[in-house]
Nanobody, 129 residues
Framework: DVQLVESGGGSVQTGGSLRLSCAASGYTSSPYCMAWFRQAPGKEREGVAAIDSDGATKYADSVKGRFTISKDNAGNTVYLQMNSLKPEDTAMYYC????????????????????????WGQGTQVTVS
């Protein structure tokens, strides 16, 4: 099974930047779509960004132009570069993986950590004030 571990969260002031990392292990030969979600207390989980095995990307309108998702050459790490951060970006950020997935399915067909066939990390907190 795939294990995902997020890092890079923290507290920043409005307008600042953070770079989140998601280290993946246990991958098979299947092409994975990788994604970042976020959830603030009392709010629904929101799909932030996704990148598939072909490099196609998809972003939520709320972060487009400010956030960039990328992956390393080996595909073992996915990143989320977050610039021009706003207080409304404050949330727990989760990394997720969908074997064989495409960004076309994001975020509608990513039900959450309870789903079989998809993998989720434990999250990293981002606080903007």
């Amino acid at each position: 099974d795939v294990q995902l571990v997020e890092s890079g969260g923290g507290s920043v002031q409005t307008g600042g930047s953070l770079r989140l990392s998601c280290a993946a292990s246990g991958y098979t030969s299947s092409p994975y779509c990788m994604a970042w979600f976020r959830q603030a207390p009392g709010k629904e989980r929101e799909g932030v960004a996704a990148i598939d095995s072909d490099g196609a990307t998809k972003y939520a309108d709320s972060v487009k132009g400010r956030f960039t998702i990328s992956k390393d050459n080996a595909g073992n790490t996915v990143y989320l570069q977050m610039n021009s951060l706003k207080p409304e970006d404050t949330a727990m950020y989760y990394c997720a993986a969908d074997p064989g997935g495409r960004v076309d399915t994001f975020p509608e067909f990513w039900p959450g950590p309870e789903a079989l066939g998809q993998y989720w990390g434990q999250g990293t907190q981002v606080t903007v004030s």
